[in-house]
Each structure stands twice: as structure tokens, then as C-alpha cells.
């Protein structure tokens, strides 16, 4: 299974982007995608910027991943 992580860009320089996710800051590559900006939202896989999303899907992942690290244990 693959997971993809959602950011927000903090800053772009040239290709490559400093995110943030949940705090986490990380530089990733953005080849794939062109004319990011701060403040975009990004879905980050494997180091790679590999699609754009809405704040919304930002916002829901950050749910989906809040109710995962919430759920009990089997």
C-alpha cells in the first residue's frame, strides 16, 4: 500500500519545496508539478510533490489521520 501525506508549501525554490506537514517541515521535490506557491497544499509521496489539493482535502486528511492515531488498538 502506498501513503501519501498532505502539506502545505512554505516556500518554493525552483524543484524543490519546503512543506509543512502538521509541523513537520521537509524539502520535497516538485518536477512533477508546475507553478506551486506558498500556501498551496500538496499531497506529498515518497520526497515527491505529486499532486495539488484543496484546503478542504488538507483539512480532511488531518481528520482521517486524527481519528486513526485515536482509534483503539486490536
Do not use: F, W
Not at 43 to 60: C, L, N, Q, R
Amino acid at each position: 500500500m502506498c501513503v501519501g501525506l498532505s502539506a502545505k508549501v512554505v516556500r518554493v525554490d525552483k524543484d524543490y519545496a519546503l512543506v509543512d506537514a502538521n509541523g513537520a517541515r521537509r524539502t520535497v521535490g516538485t518536477q512533477v508539478l508546475s507553478d506551486l506557491e506558498p500556501g498551496d497544499y500538496v499531497m506529498v509521496h515518497a520526497g515527491i510533490a505529486i499532486a495539488k489539493i484543496t484546503e478542504s482535502d488538507e483539512e480532511e486528511s488531518e481528520h482521517l489521520l486524527s481519528s486513526l492515531k485515536q482509534a483503539p488498538k486490536a
